[in-house]
């Protein structure tokens, strides 16, 4: 009988089981309440990560503009959170470095170490600490991807062992590498990164010899994982009584027709894809591809850019023809995945990239009208990871199973609308359905809160305070009653 090695999911219910003194990933003092007997949950200054002065009067200013006192409490524990716990800087090759851990884990993915940091983006341009954190972050992914391209997660030791569910991995494993998923957005992540962070400063420091390097390296392997004449390189399997943790197929993947989109063998949640070709992922790719040419040509590599933009091209081609459905009056939607064969599939999932989360990558408008059909049927029982319960409704995933719901998608729906009631209600479901903790969760059982994943899960966090200061910025009203 075969040993099934425990996964990243057995970890996260392991560690969730936490009590609420552990909340956030360490034991906090208590600190001084405010007169509505909210206390802060953020560690003592001495004791934080990093500090930025920029965020602080950012909090500041929002936290006194929201009149509700739980949001504004849990504003003030989520928004810097990532800063506060999970952020360490350093020197690598005598440059700047700094490695951002999930919170629960002590590995770098990719997609979450970029996620965690961006809503911090805009508040860079004045602060010379914050620039120093990104440009080191920026070096650390070009390093990360340098070893391995294929990998999402990392670890901060070179030379130690893959994360415990990952020893016994059937792939090409490489040294520093905490497991190796292959994922479209593993790469579009840092390439969103780098692209806002010159945007919002101007400043092309972190992008050098070895952030080259490491963008060509993006761009060979997505042309690799088109797949047009043989399998390409990565393979993956992995024994667990999950399915969705390994690949079929001598671990290939499910066969596919190649149509000149992107082969992604896992999604952004870290579970195997159903068809290799996801559309969400596809888009980001078209989007990320298109920023990184719109930066080598601005830095004088226009031949680089213009491969970049053939390749964003293709994609796109094959996307549009072949990503969408169909209702029954005729009206296109996006798919979530598809195989070239002409079979397709359509659920959404809360992880980002998901189809919900479109506008705010950039990918698309909000009012374009093929994404709004999809959200109307991504936030519907058309989609069977939907879920509406006592407590909320929402997106998960088969991550975490069924019931239970992503505080993340509630944010997305919430980024994703112009309807101030539907914002509302967003916000309601978050300030809810936090059990109490001050924090958002990585899911919540659609009918208790009190059962949920993950007490320290840094990305939730601060994308409720992109959240929170996005609708400060746009719906003042909504945040003063």
């Not at 072949?322 to 005729?330: C, E, L, P, T």
């Not at 407590?391 to 112009?418: K, N």
């Not at 601060?462 to 009203?477: A, C, S, W, Y």
Request: aromatic share 10%; with cysteine.
């Amino acid at each position: 009988m075969l040993y099934a090695m425990p996964t990243r999911r057995d970890f996260l219910k392991l560690i969730s089981t936490a009590t609420a003194a552990g909340m956030a990933g360490i034991a906090l003092p208590t600190l001084a309440g405010n007169a509505t007997g909210y206390v802060s949950k953020r560690p003592p200054l001495a004791k934080r990560k990093f500090t930025s002065q920029a965020v602080e009067r950012q909090l500041a200013r929002v936290k006194a503009a929201i009149g509700d006192p739980k949001l504004a409490w849990m504003f003030e524990n989520c928004y810097p959170n990532t800063l506060d716990t999970t952020v360490e800087l350093g020197t690598l090759d005598g440059k700047p470095d700094t490695f951002v851990i999930t919170g629960d884990i002590d590995a770098m993915w990719l997609r979450d170490s970029s996620a965690q940091v961006v809503p911090y983006l805009p508040l860079a341009k004045d602060d010379p600490a914050l620039q120093r954190l990104f440009r080191g972050l920026i070096r650390r992914q070009a390093h990360c991807i340098r070893i391995d391209p294929y990998a999402n997660a990392f670890l901060p030791d070179p030379h130690a062992k893959p994360l415990e569910w990952s020893v016994h991995d059937v792939t090409d494993m490489k040294p520093g590498v905490g497991e190796r998923k292959w994922e479209i957005d593993s790469l579009c992540y840092p390439i969103r990164l780098a692209h806002g962070y010159w945007q919002a400063t101007g400043d092309t420091r972190p992008f050098d010899d070895d952030w080259r390097e490491a963008m060509h390296l993006v761009l060979k392997t997505f042309r690799e994982q088109q797949r047009k004449y043989d399998h390409g390189p990565y393979h993956f399997q992995r024994t667990s009584a999950v399915p969705s943790e390994s690949l079929m197929l001598g671990g290939y993947g499910n066969p596919t027709r190649p149509n000149g989109m992107i082969h992604s063998m896992f999604r952004p949640s870290d579970d195997a894809c159903v068809y290799p070709l996801s559309v969400p992922s596809n888009l980001f790719a078209v989007l990320s591809l298109r920023q990184l040419a719109h930066m080598s040509r601005a830095m004088h590599d226009a031949a680089f850019a213009a491969e970049c933009e053939a390749l964003a091209d293709e994609v796109e081609r094959a996307v549009q023809r072949d990503g969408r459905m169909h209702d029954a009056d005729g009206k296109a939607f996006w798919a979530y995945e598809i195989d070239g064969f002409g079979n397709q599939l359509f659920m959404d999932d809360a992880n980002v990239p998901s189809l919900l989360a479109l506008p705010y990558l950039g990918c698309c408008d909000r009012n374009d009208p093929v994404y709004r059909r999809t959200r109307e049927l991504a936030w519907s029982t058309r989609n069977p990871y939907f879920f509406r319960g006592k407590a909320g409704e929402g997106i998960g995933g088969p991550h975490e199973g069924l019931r239970m719901i992503w505080p993340m998608s509630i944010m997305m729906y919430a980024q994703t609308s112009s309807d101030v009631a539907q914002i509302r209600q967003c916000l309601r479901w978050l300030r809810d359905t936090d059990a109490g903790s001050g924090f958002m969760h990585e899911a919540f059982d659609q009918d208790d809160p009190a059962k949920f994943t993950r007490s320290w899960f840094a990305w939730a966090n601060t994308l409720f305070g992109e959240l929170m200061v996005d609708i400060q910025r746009k719906h003042p009203e909504l945040l003063r009653g």
